[in-house]
Protein backbone atom coordinates (compact mmCIF):
# COMPACT_ATOMS: atom_id res chain seq x y z
CA UNK A 1 0.00 0.00 0.00
CA UNK A 2 1.55 3.65 -0.86
CA UNK A 3 1.80 6.45 1.43
CA UNK A 4 -0.80 8.20 -0.17
CA UNK A 5 -3.40 5.10 0.35
CA UNK A 6 -2.45 4.83 4.03
CA UNK A 7 -2.67 8.68 4.41
CA UNK A 8 -6.15 8.50 2.74
CA UNK A 9 -7.82 5.47 4.88
CA UNK A 10 -6.44 7.45 8.17
CA UNK A 11 -8.21 10.00 7.41
CA UNK A 12 -11.23 8.19 6.30
CA UNK A 13 -11.28 5.78 9.22
CA UNK A 14 -11.08 9.15 11.56
CA UNK A 15 -13.84 10.50 9.78
CA UNK A 16 -16.03 7.55 10.04
CA UNK A 17 -15.59 7.34 13.83
CA UNK A 18 -15.83 11.00 14.24
CA UNK A 19 -19.75 10.79 12.48
CA UNK A 20 -20.25 7.57 14.48
CA UNK A 21 -19.80 9.08 17.41
CA UNK A 22 -21.60 12.43 16.41
CA UNK A 23 -24.87 10.14 15.25
CA UNK A 24 -24.05 8.05 18.66
CA UNK A 25 -24.15 5.19 16.21
CA UNK A 26 -23.19 1.54 17.91
CA UNK A 27 -21.38 0.10 14.42
CA UNK A 28 -20.24 0.96 11.56
CA UNK A 29 -20.81 -1.19 8.46
CA UNK A 30 -18.12 -1.25 5.35
CA UNK A 31 -18.45 -3.14 2.39
CA UNK A 32 -17.45 -2.54 -1.38
CA UNK A 33 -19.39 -0.61 -3.60
CA UNK A 34 -22.05 0.36 -0.75
CA UNK A 35 -21.89 3.31 0.85
CA UNK A 36 -20.94 3.30 4.69
CA UNK A 37 -23.87 2.36 7.10
CA UNK A 38 -24.11 3.39 10.70
CA UNK A 39 -26.49 1.46 13.46
CA UNK A 40 -28.25 4.12 15.52
CA UNK A 41 -30.76 2.93 17.67
CA UNK A 42 -31.10 -0.38 16.45
CA UNK A 43 -31.47 1.00 12.86
CA UNK A 44 -28.65 0.45 10.10
CA UNK A 45 -28.96 3.41 7.72
CA UNK A 46 -26.54 4.75 4.78
CA UNK A 47 -24.02 7.58 5.76
CA UNK A 48 -25.53 10.60 4.14
CA UNK A 49 -23.20 12.12 1.50
CA UNK A 50 -20.81 9.36 1.63
CA UNK A 51 -20.16 7.43 -2.01
CA UNK A 52 -19.95 4.18 -2.17
CA UNK A 53 -16.98 2.62 -1.33
CA UNK A 54 -14.61 0.41 -3.56
CA UNK A 55 -12.90 -2.81 -2.65
CA UNK A 56 -9.72 -0.98 -2.65
CA UNK A 57 -11.66 1.37 -0.37
CA UNK A 58 -12.32 -1.55 2.36
CA UNK A 59 -8.96 -2.87 1.95
CA UNK A 60 -7.05 0.15 2.75
CA UNK A 61 -9.38 0.68 6.27
CA UNK A 62 -9.11 -2.81 6.72
CA UNK A 63 -5.30 -2.80 6.95
CA UNK A 64 -5.32 0.63 8.80
CA UNK A 65 -7.74 -0.91 11.40
CA UNK A 66 -5.18 -4.04 11.34
CA UNK A 67 -1.93 -1.51 11.82
CA UNK A 68 -3.30 0.21 14.51
CA UNK A 69 -4.16 -2.52 16.01
CA UNK A 70 -0.46 -4.08 15.78
CA UNK A 71 1.22 -0.22 16.27
CA UNK A 72 1.64 -1.22 20.48
CA UNK A 73 6.00 -2.74 18.66
CA UNK A 74 4.53 -5.60 17.06
CA UNK A 75 5.00 -6.76 13.51
CA UNK A 76 1.98 -5.36 11.51
CA UNK A 77 0.82 -8.71 9.69
CA UNK A 78 -0.13 -8.80 6.20
CA UNK A 79 -4.10 -8.46 5.83
CA UNK A 80 -4.74 -11.46 3.53
CA UNK A 81 -2.06 -14.12 5.52
CA UNK A 82 -4.21 -13.01 8.66
CA UNK A 83 -7.72 -13.48 7.05
CA UNK A 84 -6.37 -16.80 5.19
CA UNK A 85 -5.48 -18.32 8.44
CA UNK A 86 -8.01 -16.95 10.31
CA UNK A 87 -10.95 -16.08 8.58
CA UNK A 88 -11.57 -13.29 10.59
CA UNK A 89 -9.74 -10.54 12.66
CA UNK A 90 -11.61 -8.83 16.49
CA UNK A 91 -10.38 -5.79 16.94
CA UNK A 92 -10.84 -2.89 19.29
CA UNK A 93 -9.38 0.76 19.27
CA UNK A 94 -10.23 4.12 20.09
CA UNK A 95 -11.12 7.38 18.62
CA UNK A 96 -9.25 10.91 18.97
CA UNK A 97 -12.99 11.72 21.22
CA UNK A 98 -11.72 8.48 23.62
CA UNK A 99 -14.43 6.38 22.18
CA UNK A 100 -14.14 3.19 22.47
CA UNK A 101 -14.48 0.85 18.97
CA UNK A 102 -14.40 -2.86 18.01
CA UNK A 103 -14.24 -4.39 15.00
CA UNK A 104 -14.45 -7.56 12.80
CA UNK A 105 -12.94 -7.86 9.66
CA UNK A 106 -13.82 -10.70 6.99
CA UNK A 107 -13.46 -11.69 3.60
CA UNK A 108 -16.48 -12.36 1.89
CA UNK A 109 -16.72 -13.58 -2.01
CA UNK A 110 -12.91 -12.65 -2.14
CA UNK A 111 -13.55 -9.15 -1.04
CA UNK A 112 -12.61 -7.51 2.63
CA UNK A 113 -15.65 -6.28 4.25
Known amino acids: MTDGKD ?4 LELDSLMTECVALDASDIH ?4 LAPHFRCQGEIRPAAGRPAL ?3 DTRSIAAELL ?8 AVSD ?11 DGAM ?3 E ?8 FSRQGEVS
Request: no cysteine; aromatic share 4%.
Open 7 to 10: HSAR
Open 30 to 33: LAPR
Open 54 to 56: SAD
Open 67 to 74: ARMHRNGK
Open 79 to 89: LDSVLASRGSI
Open 94 to 96: SSK
Open 98 to 105: EARFRFNI
